[in-house]
């Protein structure tokens, strides 16, 4: 059986305290008694109780000042205080302050079993929460973010970088990259890991509706609309991701670049300025420095975001860090369906490791996830990977060797030749609509043009 919870009881009158004591012996608690404060402190410092039950008045303190010693050592020490009817603004006070609840003297018995059943409940939730927030922060540590190649070294030291200072962080990469679990690790590495990380994906919303998002809405009696916080107030002492934050209208930057700058914010239908301590940390797959050329990004907003500039490249520009991530994932993936873990034939790794991984590490993920599930045997082989992958490394075979990193360069080189010239054909040749076409800015369209030496004929 269980042991029964320990509950110390503080009272300079012995009458009450012996009173207490019966009623909790009853219940089989484990009960220890102190008619003084010093004596009380003795056993906090000695022993872990579940609750302690307190008289307010007592000779040279008052209750509150015991809760607060208490509460130094055990800040989820639940505190019931015992007080006269007359008495009940003191206890009304002591509850602001954090105790749990106070009963009326003379104790009522059923009063107190009710009280005491809350106050264990309410802190073994504390409790569950701190180890929640611990693990989650264990979860964003570095070592899960995966990656032997030089250049995620270099991803790791500036994440490092951002985690120790409070500028404004700006994470770049192709989707899938790794750009969220990058914003978590600077924050949960950062001295704000004990406040909230909130995420707002910028792209995700129309206009009118991301402005209520990010700043919240003002209760407006009339119209009979509820008050809502945004996320900048909800992220208040931690760290707001704004994600894809190359997508925002031009009102909304305006009104991030006031919030950023004046650390306040005003809820839509209000005029009244609220203070946020945030630090941001903006994610995009975009070329801002080109949208910024374009006008269709503040370049005030950018300077703002762009202080700490953390690239992600892609992945197949770090083949080297292909087969560490499948053994996470397989790791993960085999553990999650209670599989033992699997290995990966030299076929299916030649596929793994020449594929140029469009949807970066995410499609990686997928991939093993299915590859785990599809896979009935000890060895992953091609048969379990998706046919698209076998194709290309057929495609591979008849040209350069799958190991070699500059070649898979030039491969993708010629893939993306390929989609560029197609679309230039389908475009008659105007620049600025394939780079629409394709997604990229008119940039680094050009930029591409120049480096896979394309040719434009002129009268196209
Ligand atoms: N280096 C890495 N190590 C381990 N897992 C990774 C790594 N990079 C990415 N992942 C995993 O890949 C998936 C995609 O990562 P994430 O969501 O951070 O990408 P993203 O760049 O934010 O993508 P998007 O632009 O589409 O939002 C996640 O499940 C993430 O945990
Ligand atoms: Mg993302």
Known sequence: MAEKERILVVD??????????????????????????????????????????????????????????FHATDPDLPVIVLTASRDIKVAVNMIKEGAFNYLIKPVDPDELYVNLDNAFVNRRLKRENKKLKLDLKDRYKFDHIVGDSGRMREVFDLTARASKVRSNALIIGETGVGKELVAK????????????????????????????ELFG????????????????????GGSLFLDEVGDMSPSIQAKVLRAI????????????????????????????????????FRKDLFYRLN????????????????????????????AENKMEVKNISIEAAKILMSHPWP??????????????????????????????????????????DGDDCADLEQMVSKFEKGVILDALEKCAGRQNKAAQMLGVSERSMWYKIKKLGIQISKDS
């Open 12 to 69: 300079d009158d012995l009458n009450t305290l012996k009173m207490v004591e019966s009623f909790l012996a009853l219940k089989k608690y484990q009960v220890v008694t102190c008619l003084t404060f010093r004596d009380a402190m003795k056993e906090i410092d000695a022993g872990e109780f579940d609750a302690a039950v307190i008289d307010y008045f007592m000779p040279n303190t008052t209750g509150l000042e015991m809760m607060k010693a």
């Open 185 to 212: 690790a600077i924050h949960f590495n950062s001295d704000r890991c004990g406040g909230p990380f909130i995420g707002v994906n910028c792209s995700a919303l129309a206009e009118s509706l991301l402005e209520a």
């Open 217 to 236: 809405i003002e209760k407006n009696v009339a119209t009979g609309v509820d008050a809502r916080m945004g996320k900048f107030e909800a992220a208040d």
């Open 261 to 296: 700058q004046e650390r306040e914010v005003e809820r839509v239908g209000s005029h009244t300025p609220r203070k946020v301590n945030i630090r941001i940390i903006a994610a995009t797959n975009r070329d801002l420095e080109a949208a910024v050329d374009q006008e269709t």
């Open 307 to 334: 202080v700490l500039v953390i690239p992600i490249p892609p992945l197949r520009l770090r083949k080297q860090d292909i087969s560490p991530l499948c053994d996470h994932f397989l790791a993960k993936f085999c």
């Open 359 to 400: 949807g970066n590490v995410r499609e990686l993920e997928n991939t093993m996830e299915r590859a785990v599930i599809l896979c009935d045997e000890k060895t992953i082989t091609p048969t379990h990977l998706p046919d698209n992958l076998a194709a290309a490394s057929i495609l591979l075979e008849g040209g350069a």
